[in-house]
């Protein structure tokens, strides 16, 4: 099998196992309301011979007993390529922003409720994998019945040596909680 047929068959062992690991983050968390969206789910091609790495976010907006609301955004990764041949420093910087945002209807504009910004480069470089999770949280805010809720991030990404300079990619929030 040549390497462009066996990378192809890993990245889609990849998906499959990243995917599930994406619903089991979801269905351990009963009351929170998650994005499935695919485009939550990114292969990163790193330049020269570090391996590349697929990274999938779980975006929720979670409702506690408590009448709170939070939004959660969880990071899992791993390296398509079992060999690493390069084990350099992958990210210059690996930031994720997590909002939790409200509105007074369906068709409303977001209102940001709650921000936080998480700086993940250290773990990224320190691990090829991470299978549990890193979550970045906002504070929580009071819930209020009468708006419609919803969790949505930002990831801003800087590979080191490729020369592009930052990334941005906007995640798929949430459907509403009401």
């Given at each position: 099998?040549n390497?462009?047929?066996?990378?192809l068959s890993?990245?889609?062992a990849?998906?499959?196992?990243?995917?599930?690991?994406?619903?089991?983050?979801?269905?351990?968390?009963?009351?929170?309301?998650?994005?499935t969206?695919?485009?939550?789910?990114r292969?990163?091609?790193?330049?020269?011979?570090?391996?590349d790495?697929?990274?999938?976010?779980?975006?929720?907006a979670?409702?506690?007993?408590?009448?709170?609301v939070?939004?959660?955004?969880?990071?899992n990764?791993?390296i398509l390529d079992?060999q690493v041949?390069?084990?350099?420093?992958?990210?210059?910087?690996?930031?994720v922003i997590?909002?939790?945002?409200?509105r007074p209807s369906?068709?409303g504009?977001?209102?940001?409720?709650?921000?936080t910004t998480?700086?993940f480069?250290?773990?990224?470089?320190?691990?090829y994998a991470?299978?549990?999770?890193?979550?970045?949280?906002t504070?929580t805010a009071?819930y209020?019945?009468?708006?419609?809720?919803?969790?949505?991030?930002?990831?801003?990404?800087?590979?080191?040596?490729?020369?592009?300079?930052a990334?941005t990619?906007?995640?798929?929030?949430?459907?509403l909680?009401?």
């Amino acid at each position: 099998m040549n390497r462009a047929v066996m990378r192809l068959s890993t990245f889609a062992a990849a998906a499959v196992a990243f995917s599930g690991v994406i619903m089991t983050s979801q269905s351990a968390r009963a009351a929170a309301t998650c994005s499935t969206a695919s485009s939550n789910l990114r292969v990163i091609d790193l330049p020269g011979l570090k391996p590349d790495t697929q990274i999938g976010a779980d975006v929720c907006a979670d409702p506690s007993a408590d009448k709170n609301v939070k939004a959660d955004v969880t990071l899992n990764w791993g390296i398509l390529d079992d060999q690493v041949q390069d084990a350099g420093k992958r990210f210059t910087s690996f930031k994720v922003i997590s909002r939790l945002e409200n509105r007074p209807s369906p068709s409303g504009v977001d209102r940001v409720v709650a921000s936080t910004t998480c700086d993940f480069t250290n773990k990224f470089n320190q691990s090829y994998a991470n299978a549990t999770g890193l979550t970045c949280s906002t504070p929580t805010a009071a819930y209020n019945a009468d708006l419609h809720w919803s969790g949505d991030a930002t990831v801003v990404y800087d590979i080191e040596g490729d020369g592009k300079g930052a990334i941005t990619w906007q995640l798929t929030g949430t459907p509403l909680v009401s």
